[in-house]
């Protein structure tokens, strides 16, 4: 039994690895095997964690070290030991997890996990039928539209990139929905069309509102996460509707998908009333095929549903500096769902390894840490699923209250803002600014810009410039647009030189709409979504020099493969563009003047011009005709 | 129809009104002016509404509480400021940042063309400090402008200090659509430009400004605060922006409204709404009133910081306390609710102004008159050009020459001006201006000289039809823009270009030909401005204030890109001086 759980740290590492390869790189899918050998060439990190499971077993400790060694950005924490439970019945698992992160500017953020596990096949011939954790409303959606992975999100609010450092997931404002579809889908238009409609039902948003006008199909910016080698674009649809306003009606069915729905477990927490009274709301789900093992011999789908979300110091707060389960979700923790074989709350503390920063109540021994977003993160953690957790009082209230103020702006290594230059209706230009703020390296970014056909771009005014110079793009892929059909689509790819602004700026054309093309309030303004910037971005720890400090030695003179880059999207806000709109309420006036101006203008004018004038004979006065009348009685010819 | 297509009836028309052109053209003339003047008369007005809907009934609830503490921060301002003697950068960015608001600054610079003694400034820099209060989940996508001015000496301190109080207010409030930007400029409307430019990314003037770093997408409506005391008897608002522009009627209402709800007392052009309207002091004061929207909207320029804004179609408003001798008294509180319940009106906006009037005058905060009462008054005018059109080519291009040497002249030549004669640069360019304007009165004597030949008959119609078409165009085009500019213009000229031919007698029609020029016009129009604001002058300060003037506007356009100067310089004059030719015609 001993060994047996002494290897499970060996597959967990492999599985954390693996998930950090696919998603860093986010492009190949094979295993590399250099890869391996570092996972197998490290029995300190396996012994180190043997130790954790020991200490476990064996008691309360001063400090004691979970065994996720190294964590992923996007596809962190999933590296619990249940997972690798290597007896596969019941073939599917659940994980719940909340990670809390207590930010720089004295706001809090809070980030839901859900994961569900399925070792299935829905593309197979015969049906699944039989659905226990999965939920049935996505596989069956899965299995009918040929789906292998698919990214939706729902946002309300902005990641303030400068105030909150990156999220842990990225998703730009509104809706967001992302398909790679089987290589099977001969017509990928048609099913994506009924898929948005499908998900337009479940998660009861305005998802049918995608259409050819607002899809595109990236070349290089969005690749697949999940296993599978197909990364031809054609199988990929990319939408936004940076319009979506998301509410009450899409947090419903997001947690009806839940195994435990809302009625245990972490998802307890989510009450719409305090998770909409925040700074920052986004939910997501993401379903993907994953490898079961390291050899990639069977795989599972994955089900993960995250919720972020960002309550802000003053208006939730009140201003005090203070925190905890219940202020924020107006509930505590009494158990963890029953379904999951993981549960766990995680505060991140690497800013306050002594308790300068803020205190953290009830303590815990459990430590845990982990890699994201290329900074050593150190966690305190909470697992559910011990009784000893919630303490006499059998719930948990966890609290942290700050000591020190609050601090100024980040400078985070990428990040970019957007707006509109010029004024009037008539042109204008967008501008991107992309910051790097490593102070020597330079790194490479791919720019995603999705442009509606009504603002028609010059493509030839397209600037690029760092430092006051030309920044001539490696790569560049621009479909244009076709007026009602489809919109600009603009991929570039551009370096970034160190401690710099990248400025891309590009100019562009208010169309004049048809009047039913206008929307209901054509005065708010038009919106274009989002640009996308996914990018390698130099690691943090690298950076640091002071890296000795707690490492030996030995191991700190070249910084080592994981750490060197991590994988980094960000999103720029939406824009809200005026397009020249006609007065709506005039066309009763150019009824009425249109009206008045043919009935008097044109039929006089017509009268005017088709009369034929002649001068009238006067008309002989009374005395003449009596005479006349005379003169005919009298057979003379009249006067 | 019939009245047309009878020859006999037409021909008698035709002879009616050739018969009795004099006649009507005069009484168009009176008719024109005695409609402008009713336009004041308050049962010919119509009572101002709120159009929008968004906004549509007064019913937040005002709970801002912290004036004293505003006014309170309004002293530490003014300390600092005094300590720095300019703009207390450091302190505005770390009070704004203790408030939870995402802070950034503009750095700025800009040579006047020429030293502007009003303000006494030639080289300007300065520093803009805003916050960002960004709202909660919406992606900056809208955002709204609460500015006040840092102005050197004593003023102002409170509008900053209500700013951050507000500011902290809004800051713990959750129901923010639109994000709000609360912004200090320095150098009033210089600082302002600059801001704006940055903001939108272009340049029109010329003006050296460093990038701005936050931004909170396009900005729905602005409004600047002056206050300079802690406590005020009334609230004034400014509408008048830059080239007559105004901002959409709704935010007028807006104030009025929320003025009403909470008690406070308002005004416009700093006169208090009477109600005795059919009393004829309660007329004179209504026409007073619009009499005086009227020349400032003639005049051009942004009579606050938010009349810039108006070019960036960002609908705006200043709004001024004023302290009188009255006894009732507002305190800071009050106005601190007042401006919470219009930014949260303005939070409630779905699309951006546009139900109301852009085009108005205000007799009246609660009464305005609408395009379509007050186009009929210059038709009247204007109407007069029409027959003239029946009477002759010429000196256009000269009188044009003229005009283009009296637009760029005054700026040239004013080194070589202070060089050779003891005035100052702001007096060169002033009187350089004028030299040039009454060097063009010479005029008729040298196009003659130019031209082969006795002019004929014929030669002084065909000069005058030409020159009464470009009149009409020009008076057209200008009330459309501009009413208020294109309404005074015509009073003028229009009797000007209705009367002069070769055959009246030459020394009285000169006389009044003189009188009626622009630069006259201009003279009058400050006399008559000062007597509007109950501040009459006499005849030398008055001079002075005209030649001031003339330097303001010239700095006007040079520093904001206002149209008054080009036009009467290119456009006006020249015109003006077609018709000094047709009385020399020889």
């Known amino acids: 039994m001993a060994a047996h759980r002494c290897c499970f740290p060996v597959w967990l590492f492999i599985l954390c690895s693996f998930s950090l390869f696919i998603i860093a790189g986010s492009q190949e899918t094979t295993v590399a095997p250099e890869q391996h050998a570092s996972v197998l060439d490290n029995p300190q990190t396996a012994a180190e964690t043997a130790e954790q499971t020991a200490g476990e077993s064996g008691g309360v400790e001063e400090r004691r070290w979970e065994g996720t060694e190294v964590r992923d950005a996007a596809a962190q924490k999933q590296a619990e030991p249940a997972v690798l439970q290597p007896t596969p019945q019941p073939k599917d698992d659940f994980q719940e997890e909340l990670v809390v992160r207590p930010l720089h500017s004295g706001d809090i953020y809070a980030s839901f996990q859900f994961r569900t596990l399925w070792e299935t096949d829905f593309m197979r011939g015969n049906k699944v039928s039989h659905y226990r954790l999965f939920p049935k409303s996505l596989g069956q959606v899965i299995s009918k539209f040929s789906v292998r992975e698919l990214h939706i999100s729902f946002t309300q609010g902005y990641w303030r990139t400068m105030q909150w450092g990156q999220p842990y997931l990225p998703s730009p404002p509104g809706a967001e929905l992302w398909v790679w579809f089987q290589d099977s889908v001969t017509d990928v238009d048609a099913t994506w069309k009924e898929l948005t409609n499908v998900l337009s039902g479940i998660f009861c948003a305005s998802l049918n509102f995608i259409d050819s006008t607002n899809t595109v199909q990236p070349s290089a910016s969005f690749k697949p996460l999940g296993i599978g080698n197909v990364t031809d674009h054609r199988f990929l649809r990319y939408a936004t509707l940076p319009r979506e306003i998301v509410c009450t009606e899409n947090l419903t069915p997001w947690k009806k998908l839940l195994p435990c729905g809302s009625k245990a477990g972490l998802a307890v927490l989510l009450k719409s009333e305090k998770l909409f009274h925040s700074s920052f709301h986004s939910q997501a789900v993401h379903i993907r095929p994953v490898c079961q093992d390291w050899q990639c011999k069977t795989t599972s789908w994955e089900l993960r549903q995250t919720l972020n979300v960002v309550f802000d110091l003053h208006n939730s707060g009140q201003g005090k500096r203070e925190w905890s389960l219940f202020k924020m979700f107006s509930r505590t923790l009494t158990e963890a769902c029953p379904l999951a074989s993981s549960s766990k709350i995680y505060i991140d503390i690497t800013d306050n390894p002594e308790g300068e920063q803020f205190e953290l109540s009830p303590a815990t021994s459990l430590l845990s840490q982990a890699m994201v977003l290329g900074d050593r993160r150190t966690f305190s953690v909470y697992d559910l699923t011990q009784q000893d957790t919630f303490g006499s009082v059998r719930s948990l209230n966890l609290l942290i209250r700050w000591k020190s103020t609050e601090g100024d702006m980040l400078r985070p290594l990428l990040h970019a803002e957007r707006y509109v230059a010029g004024y009037g209706l008539q042109t204008g230009e967008i501008h991107t600014l992309m910051y790097n703020h490593h102070p020597y390296r330079s790194f490479p970014v791919l720019l995603l810009d999705s442009v509606p056909w009504y603002l028609r771009l010059y493509i030839h005014t397209l600037t690029v410039t760092s430092k006051g110079k030309d920044n001539k793009p490696s790569y560049i892929h621009y479909q244009p647009s076709k007026d009602r059909v489809r919109p600009h689509l603009l991929e570039m790819l551009v370096q970034l030189p160190p401690n710099s602004v990248t400025e891309v700026t590009v100019q562009f054309e208010r169309a004049l709409l048809k009047w039913t093309e206008y929307t209901p309030d054509p005065n708010h303004g038009f919106y274009v979504g989002s640009s996308v910037i996914s990018s390698l971005v130099p690691s943090t720890v690298a950076m640091d020099t002071n890296s000795t400090r707690e490492r030996p030695l030995f191991s700190s003179f070249f910084p080592c493969k994981e750490e060197s880059s991590y994988f980094v999207r960000v999103y720029t806000e939406p824009l809200l563009v005026n397009l020249p709109t006609p007065d709506f309420s005039m066309p009763y006036n150019v009824i009425c003047l249109t009206c008045t101006v043919v009935a008097v203008g044109y039929g006089s004018l017509y009268n005017l011009l088709t009369r034929s004038f002649q001068i009238e004979e006067p008309s002989p006065g009374l005395a003449k005709r009596i005479a006349n009348v005379i003169r005919k009685m009298r057979g003379v010819p009249p006067l | ?586």
């Open chain 2, 1 to 586: 129809m019939g009245l047309l297509s009878d020859p006999n009836r037409r021909r008698a028309l035709i002879n009616l009104l050739t018969r009795l052109n004099a006649p009507i053209c005069v009484v168009c003339y009176m008719a024109g002016v005695a409609w402008f003047m009713g336009l004041a008369f308050e049962p010919f007005t119509l009572r101002t509404y709120m159009s929008e809907n968004a906004m549509g009934s007064t019913m937040v609830e005002e709970r801002f509480p912290s004036g004293e503490r505003a006014v309170a921060t309004g002293r530490e301002f003014a300390a600092h400021k005094k300590k720095v003697s300019g703009m207390p950068v450091e302190w505005l960015v770390k009070t704004m940042q203790a408030r939870g608001l995402e802070v950034y600054t503009q750095r700025f610079s800009r040579t006047l063309p020429f030293p502007d003694e009003n303000k006494e400034r030639y080289m300007v820099k300065g520093t803009n400090v805003y916050g960002i209060l960004r709202a909660p989940r919406a992606p900056r996508t809208e955002a709204l402008v609460l500015s006040a001015p840092c102005t050197p000496g004593d003023n102002n301190n409170q509008a900053v200090g209500l700013l951050l109080g507000l500011a902290q207010y809004f800051r713990n409030q959750i129901y923010w659509a639109k994000d709000i930007i609360f912004l200090v400029n320095d150098h009033d409307l210089i600082g302002m430009q600059a801001w704006l430019e940055g903001y939108h990314h272009t340049n029109t003037t010329g003006m050296d400004w460093s990038p701005l770093q936050g931004r909170g997408g396009s900005i729905q409506a602005a409004l600047s605060l002056e206050l300079s005391s802690d406590v005020v008897t009334s609230m004034d608002l400014v509408l008048e922006g830059l080239n007559g522009q105004l901002p959409n009627l709704d935010l007028a209402n807006l104030f009025y409204a929320f003025c009403q709800k909470i008690g406070v007392l308002c005004t416009i052009q700093g006169k208090l709404q009477r109600n005795d309207w059919d009393s004829v002091s309660g007329y004179s004061h209504a026409v007073q009133t619009m009499m005086l929207m009227v020349m400032k909207q003639a005049s051009g320029r942004p009579w606050g910081d938010h009349g810039l804004f108006l070019r960036y179609h960002i609908e705006a408003a200043t709004i001024k306390g004023i302290n009188s001798f009255r006894q009732y008294k507002t305190d800071a509180t009050t106005i601190g609710r007042l401006l919470e319940g219009m930014y949260r009106k303005l939070n409630n906006l779905l699309e951006r102004l546009h139900q109301s009037y852009f085009f108005y005058l205000m007799p009246s905060l609660s009464h305005f008159v609408s395009i379509g009462y007050y186009m009929p008054a210059f038709g009247l005018l204007a109407v007069i050009l029409l027959p003239g059109v029946l009477s002759v080519l010429t000196p256009l291009v000269i009188s044009h020459l003229t005009g283009a040497a009296l637009y760029m002249l005054p700026i040239r030549f004013q080194e070589m001006a202070v060089e050779h004669f003891p005035v100052s640069e702001t007096e060169a360019v002033v009187l350089t201006a004028i030299a040039v304007y009454t060097a063009g009165l010479a005029l008729p004597h040298n196009t003659h000289r130019l031209l082969s030949g006795e002019g004929t008959e014929q030669g002084w119609r065909v000069l005058k039809l030409v020159a009464l078409l470009y009149l009409a165009v020009l008076l057209g085009c200008t009330a459309l823009i501009n009413f208020s500019l294109g309404f005074i213009l015509a009073l003028t000229l229009v009797p000007a270009a209705a009367f002069v031919t070769p055959h009246v007698p030459k020394v009285l029609s000169a006389f009044v030909l003189v009188i009626l020029s622009p630069a006259c016009t201009l003279l009058f129009s400050v006399f008559f401005f000062q007597e509007l604001q109950e501040m009459p002058v006499s005849f030398l300060d008055g001079w002075l204030l005209y030649l001031s003037v003339i330097s303001q506007g010239i700095l006007d356009h040079f520093l904001y890109g206002s149209l008054v100067y080009p036009l009467i310089a290119l456009l006006v004059y020249p015109c003006w001086l077609l018709f000094w030719n047709i009385l020399f015609w020889k």
